[in-house]
């Protein structure tokens, strides 16, 4: 009884730990029947004991077929199997063979990218012309500071691989408005996702996916507000069926010499200051310059008014550079206008500044630029404007010579145009036209909405990205059903505290 005992209580464990592999439930059982052989040694009176005994180790190996069982791998990984329990089976195995193209790499698409690779797309095409610049690392989270000058696409793509190896990325640093994607390119694709920051580049693409008959999928952000709209022809609206809001002309005597509104004084620094000091010359895009007899003899001084600071650009780069320049367009052109009576009758006159009076006031300021420019929602002060006004005058005086010296060796023309992403003529425009809205007694703005304003892009907000990015995925889902119908354009706006 006691060996019997003995026997059960070792192939107990044997069973239990039989599960986990088979190689240790055999290891189990064979130490098992080594243990009953060595404590039942058979005595002379008890010859039908031993045989019970021998046999019991031979049957411990009865808990090896759940062994075997567990031994099978998983037929589902654990990520696959997430996917069809979330998915389904069918529209999980859609999204696996599809094939997807998103254009842009910027805010949107690193939320997009990371979303489709994890969803588990099959295979994902990304196309971005861009680089990586500082500006886009607040937002743009694929991407540090080691990828900066690198382009987006192609980082995006190393960047979002570690994420699920197992999808196939295929990165393409180009323009989607090149010849090799042509319509035959496009129609390789099951959806197309529109991840871009510009009018001209997201109608192009609708434009393709329309003669391709590709479901396209266009998302947007406008700082706080958000949209997503799944276009496909002939079931669907399309991009470009709906008007939307182009950028605007404005007169040029508006501009220059009677500023109401700050998008006057924002398109002053842009088109005109910043243009005429460091790039080409003044951009006549932004202006209308229709003359009649009312306004004929104001558009002739203000074309002398601009040739004179152009000839103040000989001084860029030395000390007197920045109070030459305040001079000019912050005090005696606005004493020019303040003169002409007529002009100011029904509205406020302009108020010239002096730069001495201002350089003492603004010492403080001066000591806490890196704070000021920190703060980019906040409404900057005359003072704090004009340190940002001669610091970033500075910085990009010290680019344009870098320029001009590179520009003598064979190198680019020295020019330096406006760009949202850069930090040098963002804050120049700001600061001058927020200096130029103080003489007017107009509103001035915060450098984000002067980002806003000063362009057609609307600068991206990470929380809004993110949102837009998921309900992209969302919308993909009703495309591959096939459930056109289910997928109405939704829009948001994100509450602000």
Known sequence: MDSNTAADAAAAPAATTAEPTAPLATATATATATATETTTAPQPHEQQQPAQQQQQPAAAPAAQPPAQTAQKPIAVPRRDKFYQQSLGGSLNANVKKARVLMVGAGGIGCELLKNLVLTGYGEIHVVDLDTIDLSNLNRQFLFRHEHIKKSKALVAKDAAQAFNPKVKIVAHHANIKDSQFNTRWFKDFNIVFNALDNLEARRHVNRMCLAADVPLIESGTTGFNGNVQVIKKGVTACYDCTPKETPKSFPVCTIRSTPS????????????????????????????????????????????????????????????????????????????????????????????????????????????????????????????????????????????????????????????????DDEDTLDFVTASANIRSSIFGIERKSRFDIKQMAGNIIPAIATTNAIVAGLCVLQSFKVLKGEYTNTKEVKFCLLQR
């Open 261 to 420: 509104q700050p998008i006057h004084c924002i398109v002053w620094g842009k088109s005109y200051l910043l243009s005429e000091i460091f790039g080409a010359s003044e951009d006549e895009s932004a202006f209308d310059n229709s003359a009649d007899a009312d306004n004929a003899k104001e558009i002739e001084e203000l074309k002398k008014e601009a040739a004179a600071l152009r000839a103040i650009r000989d001084a860029l780069g030395t000390e007197a550079f920045p109070q030459l320049l305040f001079d000019k367009v912050y005090n005696s052109d606005i004493v020019r206008l303040a003169s002409m009576e007529d002009m100011w009758k029904s509205r406020r006159k302009p108020e010239p500044l002096d730069y001495k009076k201002l350089l003492e006031q603004s010492t403080e300021a001066s000591g806490a630029k890196a704070s000021i420019l920190q703060e980019g929602q906040k409404v900057w002060s005359l003072e704090e404007n004009f340190a940002v006004f001669v610091d970033s005058l500075d910085r990009l005086s010290k680019r344009m010579q870098e320029l001009k010296k590179a520009h003598q060796n064979g190198g680019a023309e020295p020019l330096i145009t406006f760009d949202k």
